[in-house]
C-alpha cells in the first residue's frame, strides 16, 4: 500500500474524442474539479493476484447512469493508475457485469459480462519512480448497461508479483475507518452497506472491499451525486470551508441519528459540456417503477412523477454547481431509515438543449 501523500505525478490521458463525456465516479470528492484529498491508499481488489475491482451500481441507489433516451450507454471509462514504476506500461482490462439474480451480487460467470475490453496499457515516462496517469479510454462502440437494473463497473488488474515492493498497477482508494489506519477516506454511518466488489478468476470467489475506487464509465450526459455533509469530517483532509460534501459512500449511507453526527445533505451536479448551464433539481421518496420520457429532455425522468417535488435550481460554474438540501442537524433521528430519491435537469444555455442526470437515492 502507498499513501496517498506520494502521489508523485499526474498526468492526463484523455484524447480530445473523450472530453465531451463525463466520468460517473462514485468517490468522496469529484475528481475533475477537486483537489483529491481523501484517498487513502492505492491498491488492487486482491493485493497482487489477478482480480477484477467493482463499484456496485445497485438499482435501489442509482437509476438511469447514461440514459440516452431509454437506451443507457457507457460511453468508455475513467480511473486515475497508480504506478510504481512509470518508466514501464502496466496492462489492464475494463470490465462490466450484470447482477447475478440467484446471489444479488456481482456475477463472475462468462455470462455475467456485459463487455470487456482487455490488454490496455498505461503510457510512461523515463524519469521513472512513483506517479498517476489519468487514463480515459473511449470504447470504439458503447456498451449498452442497465437503466433500472443491478450492475458493476470495474477494473481488470493482470496479476503483477512486483507490486508493491518495486512495480505494477493499482488504483486510488477511499476507505472507511475500519479498514485500514489512514486518516482520510470515505465517511459512511456506521454499518453501511458494502459497496466495492472483488472478483477472483477461475472460480476463485468474489469478496467485498471497505472503500471506493477514484474510477467510473464514461457517460454522454450530466451526472448527479448525493453528497453528505458532517462538519466534523476531517476524513476528506481539509477543515471547513474548504471541506466539500461527500459525495461517496457518506452520501449514499450518512449518519443522521444524531450525537455526534447529524449529516446534512448536498447535490453535487456535473457536466462537461454545459458548463455554465442550469441545474434543475428534483425529489422524492420514490424512484419510478418505469421511467418517463418527457418531450425536449434528453434522458428519462427515474422519479416517480406523483410523489416528485421540486428543490429549486442552482447556476452551473465551470461544469458543476452544488445545491444544499438539508443542512446538518436539520434533518434527526426520526428520518433514520427513509430513502430520498434526487435527480436533475440540466439546461444548456449555449446549445438551448436540455439532459437529464442519472438519479441517485440517500439512505438515511
Avoid at 485500514?180 to 470467489?205: F, H, K, Y
Avoid at 449511507?253 to 433539481?281: E, K, W, Y
Amino acid at each position: 500500500m502507498r499513501l496517498s501523500t506520494l502521489l508523485s505525478l499526474v498526468l492526463p490521458a484523455a484524447g480530445l474524442a473523450a472530453q465531451a463525456n463525463n466520468p460517473f465516479v462514485f468517490f468522496p470528492q469529484d475528481p475533475e474539479r477537486h483537489t483529491i484529498t481523501s484517498a487513502s491508499y492505492v491498491g488492487r481488489p486482491d493485493w497482487n493476484s489477478q482480480a477484477e475491482g467493482f463499484q456496485e451500481i445497485r438499482a435501489d441507489w442509482f437509476r438511469g447512469v447514461g440514459d440516452e433516451n431509454g437506451v443507457c450507454l457507457a460511453r468508455g471509462f475513467y480511473h486515475w493508475a497508480a504506478d510504481e514504476d512509470i518508466s514501464t506500461s502496466e496492462t489492464y482490462g475494463i470490465v462490466l457485469r450484470n447482477v447475478d439474480p440467484a446471489t444479488g451480487l456481482v456475477d463472475p460467470n462468462l455470462t455475467g459480462e456485459i463487455t470487456r475490453v482487455s490488454g490496455l496499457t498505461t503510457p510512461t515516462n523515463p524519469v521513472g519512480g512513483r506517479g498517476s496517469w489519468i487514463m480515459t479510454d473511449v470504447f470504439a462502440t458503447p456498451a449498452i448497461v442497465p437503466c433500472s437494473q443491478t450492475w458493476f463497473m470495474g477494473v481488470d488488474l493482470p496479476a503483477n508479483p512486483n507490486w508493491p515492493a518495486t512495480d505494477g498497477h493499482a488504483l486510488w482508494r477511499a476507505d472507511i475507518p475500519t479498514v485500514s489506519p489512514a486518516t482520510v477516506g470515505e465517511w459512511p454511518r456506521a454499518g453501511a452497506p458494502d459497496a466495492n466488489w472483488s472478483v477472483r478468476p477461475l472460480g476463485g470467489g468474489i469478496f467485498s472491499n471497505g472503500w471506493s475506487y477514484l474510477m467510473g464509465v464514461l457517460v454522454a450526459g450530466p451526472t448527479l451525486h448525493v453528497g453528505g455533509l458532517d462538519p466534523n469530517n476531517t476524513r476528506q483532509g481539509q477543515p471547513l470551508p474548504l471541506m466539500q460534501a461527500n459525495t461517496g459512500l457518506g452520501g449514499l449511507f450518512p449518519d443522521v441519528g444524531g450525537a455526534p453526527r447529524s449529516d446534512g445533505i448536498t447535490i453535487r451536479v456535473q457536466d462537461n459540456v454545459a458548463t455554465t448551464g442550469l441545474a434543475f433539481i428534483a425529489a422524492t421518496p420514490l424512484l419510478a417503477t418505469t421511467p418517463l420520457p418527457l418531450p425536449g429532455i434528453t434522458g428519462q425522468l427515474h422519479l416517480d412523477i406523483g410523489t416528485t417535488v421540486s428543490l429549486g435550481f442552482g447556476a452551473m460554474a465551470g461544469g458543476a454547481v452544488d445545491f444544499t438540501v438539508l443542512a446538518p442537524g436539520a434533518i434527526g433521528p426520526a428520518f433514520v431509515g427513509t430513502t430520498l430519491g434526487f435527480q436533475a435537469v440540466v439546461f444548456d444555455p449555449v446549445s438551448g438543449s436540455a439532459w437529464f442526470t442519472n438519479a441517485q437515492t440517500t439512505n438515511l
